[in-house]
């Protein structure tokens, strides 16, 4: 699960290098990410800052127990 969280680090630190420390441009180059290979497949970032991505997980208690369910939408 840790791993949603990691790409989200990586994402906004290649941002932010690629930004060169201006705050507007650093949101423009995470806009702008297209085909990003990731730990989650590839995906992109769309205008209104949303991923493409359609795969997603979540806990769920299944059986009593409590697990990682990998969904797609």
Known sequence: MGFYGYEAMALVLDAI?????????????????RDRDSVLGR???????????TAYGRLAVIDGALVWDVEAS
């Open 17 to 33: 290098a690629a930004g060169d420390g201006d705050r507007a441009a650093t949101a423009r180059a995470a806009r702008a990410t």
């Open 43 to 53: 995906y992109s970032i769309d205008a209104d800052g949303h991923t493409t991505s």
